[in-house]
């Protein structure tokens, strides 16, 4: 039985394609697990939707998740982890093991950065929800966090636009801003920052150490399987991908944030 629960799939839902920074940090640290993505294209973006309506979908989505056996789900969006882990957990229940994407981004804040000043970026919902400060004072380490919502980045990525002058422009004048003024560290608190994260890098010059969530959230993951003995031993089966409304773009942008071609299954949330 415990073999079994080893080869069952993890599964990995956000609101875009945006969690597939975070599919990908995963299947490059642990190779053998097979991934089951839910993509809710369908009501994207999850970061100027109100808490009721994302509760909503993210219940939706784990309901297909727990039908597809996944011994392990994961909030791979940050608007998501902060609106609907609670209620997930307790939906879920002992079906599947819940994770989120911030806490493991809050710890390793802990260990690295106490008495520092640190900066966060991310969605108007993910900023607004103070979800980052008030677990990052919890941990009462000292630790000053300035956040400032970064709300266009996200549908920018999305269309294609990073590594170029427009991007360039609108990384800039969102970095820039007072709200930021003094940090020593960046929490990308958004799946789809990663993808510039090198222009937010040469913003800073080196003098501020920019922290990709989807490699932080890809060990905790690892370390999670580890020490429950849930890691699979060998790859059984194809990665599947879902998303709730298909495009042509969104197969697209799959390649972007995958790294490689996926075929997208069409699965509507509501009949």
Request: aromatic share 8%; hydrophobic share 40%; glycine share 6%.
């Amino acid at each position: 039985m415990l073999q079994d629960k080893k080869e069952r799939p993890i599964g990995i839902f956000d609101s875009g394609i945006g969690g597939l920074t975070v599919a990908q940090a995963i299947i490059n640290v642990l190779p053998n697990e097979r991934i089951v993505y839910f993509g809710d294209t369908a009501h994207l973006p999850y970061g100027d939707k109100s808490t009721a309506a994302i509760q909503a979908y993210a219940v939706k989505i784990c309901d297909l998740l727990i039908r597809q056996n996944c011994k392990v789900i994961l909030i791979a969006c940050n608007s998501a982890s902060a609106a609907a882990y609670d209620l997930v957990k307790e939906y879920v229940g002992s079906k599947a093991k819940v994770l989120n994407v911030i806490d493991p981004i809050v710890q390793h804040i802990g260990k690295t950065y106490q008495h520092k000043t640190i900066g966060l970026i991310g969605t108007k919902q993910t900023v607004n929800s103070n979800v980052y400060r008030k677990k990052v004072d919890e941990l009462d380490l000292g630790i000053e966090l300035k956040s400032h919502a970064t709300p266009l980045l996200a549908a920018m990525i999305e269309e294609g636009f990073f590594n170029d002058s427009i991007s360039e422009s609108v990384i800039h004048a969102y970095l820039s801003d007072p709200d930021l003024k003094g940090i020593e560290a960046l929490i990308l608190g958004c799946t789809h920052y990663p993808l510039i994260k090198r222009q937010i890098e040469g913003y800073y010059k080196g003098e501020v150490d920019v922290l990709d969530a989807s490699q932080i959230v890809a060990q905790h993951v690892k370390a999670y399987l580890e020490e429950n003995n849930l890691a699979a031993d060998k790859l059984v089966g194809d990665h599947t991908f879902y998303v709730s409304d298909f495009t042509r773009s969104f197969e697209e942008s799959t390649r972007i944030f995958f790294k490689r071609q996926v075929h997208l299954e069409h699965y509507p949330l509501w009949e």
